[in-house]
């Protein structure tokens, strides 16, 4: 490839307008999970050792699938704490990737230009769903966000999409 037709890049690249990672909320840590796990084990055991004693020892093989069942339930919200959304806004792109718990990723792009940002709200809850239309198409965007949440990041989104349908001014030379 000779220099005259070699590919160039571009001078300036486009500025980010908008940047955000949504991650579900998990209130309880890994410190936390143990403390539980083992505050419901140890009630389980004594429980457990009180029915033995009692004569009714087959109740033991409850409780301990009680435990197991509650463990097996933690478990399976911790794993899906590990899905996410990244959504980006330029001022020629809205980019909306999501990646499952289980790492299968979904990508999107769409001409901010053309989107619109839709709001099902309800009087009592708030903001219960957030999705972004475009060309006749709803995707849904920061679903596992609570409705304080949801608004905030719809009022941060709308105000970038705003600003992209506008155009960026630049200055300088």
Do not use: C
């Not at 792009?109 to 709001?119: D, F, G, T």
């Amino acid at each position: 490839m000779s220099e005259s037709n070699a590919p160039t890049a571009p001078a300036t690249p486009e500025p980010m307008l908008f940047s955000a990672l949504l991650t579900p909320h998990r209130s309880l840590s890994s410190v936390g999970f143990f403390v539980v796990m083992g505050l419901i084990a140890g009630i389980s055991f004594v429980g457990g050792l009180i029915f033995f004693i009692a004569g009714a020892w087959p109740v033991i093989g409850f409780l301990g699938l009680d435990v197991a069942l509650i463990y097996w339930a933690f478990r399976a919200n911790y794993l899906a704490a590990a899905a996410y959304e990244e959504v980006t806004v330029t001022p020629s792109e809205l980019r909306v990737k999501k990646v499952s718990a289980r790492g299968k990723i979904a990508e999107w792009s769409l001409n901010p230009v053309w989107v619109r940002l839709e709001r099902e709200t309800h009087e009592e809850y708030g903001l219960l769903r957030l999705s972004l239309v475009s060309r006749g198409r709803n995707l849904v965007v920061g679903s596992f966000l609570g409705p304080a949440e949801k608004e905030s990041f719809a009022k941060a989104l709308s105000a970038a999409i705003g600003e992209a349908k506008r155009g960026v001014t630049r200055s300088g030379p």
